[in-house]
């Protein structure tokens, strides 16, 4: 078994909470409220503003041109590609996209989510560590499409029913980059680097899992007494 389907596997338990919580469920079904899918596309677009900017940090880290070819390729789809996936919800719901994004949210838990892969970015020199916290997302977003298209609970009738099927394809070169990637880069080091890469991977996917929930409740910050008012 090689690294990456290592951590796959280590991460298949959670992979099923995300599917089958409340987020991704109400999807399935087509009947997300209008809150919960704006505040998911208000936090999705600044999580994604701070994805590219890791994106960037990796490319002193990686050793080939085409690895860095590829990481600007990637800087470029989360600009103008991803979008697409965001401007489905964004009709669902029957407003504009650009109109939904001006007002800005930083929940707790995408915030704990995004220190953590600027952590790695910046704490650890091996780029595997870096990947690690990031290559959750392109593949638990994959795998829940995937999952959704096959399953007799997907309202096709509806328009989230597009969502599914843009991340069920989408993804695909990005997650196969990364696994190349990780296990490349941890080939040769000590399996207490090893533990401490797959433990990263799969804080991130429990990140992504809040993620979604944060959404699904439109999770806000609790100063007490009159802060929040």
Request: proline letters at 3%; aromatic letters at 14%.
């Amino acid at each position: 078994m090689t690294f990456s389907q290592d951590l796959r596997t280590a991460a298949q338990p959670i992979l099923e909470k995300i599917y089958n919580d409340n987020f991704v469920q109400h999807m399935l079904a087509g009947d997300l409220s209008a809150e919960a899918a704006r505040f998911y596309l208000r936090a999705d677009a600044s999580y994604l503003k701070e994805f590219a900017n890791i994106y960037a940090l990796l490319i002193p880290k990686v050793s080939t041109m085409e690895d860095v070819k590829f990481l600007v390729e990637q800087i470029q789809f989360i600009v103008d590609g991803e979008v697409e996936a965001h401007e489905i919800i964004a009709n669902y719901i029957g407003e504009d996209y650009n109109d939904i994004v001006q007002e800005k949210v930083w929940p707790p838990s995408g915030d704990h989510y995004i220190k953590h892969m600027y952590y790695n970015a910046f704490s650890k020199e091996n780029a595997a560590h870096t990947i690690a916290a990031m290559a959750p997302c392109p593949y638990v977003y994959q795998y829940i499409a995937r999952k959704a298209v096959k399953d007799d609970a997907l309202n096709k009738d509806c328009i989230l029913a597009k969502w599914f099927e843009f991340y069920s394809t989408e993804m695909e070169e990005l997650v196969n980059v990364f696994d190349k990637l990780l296990d490349k880069l941890t080939a040769n080091i000590s399996q207490q680097e090893c533990d401490a890469i797959k433990e990263s991977y799969l804080q991130s996917t429990v990140h992504e899992q809040n993620f979604f929930n944060m959404a699904y409740v439109q999770e806000s910050w609790d100063f007490g007494g009159n802060n929040n008012e």
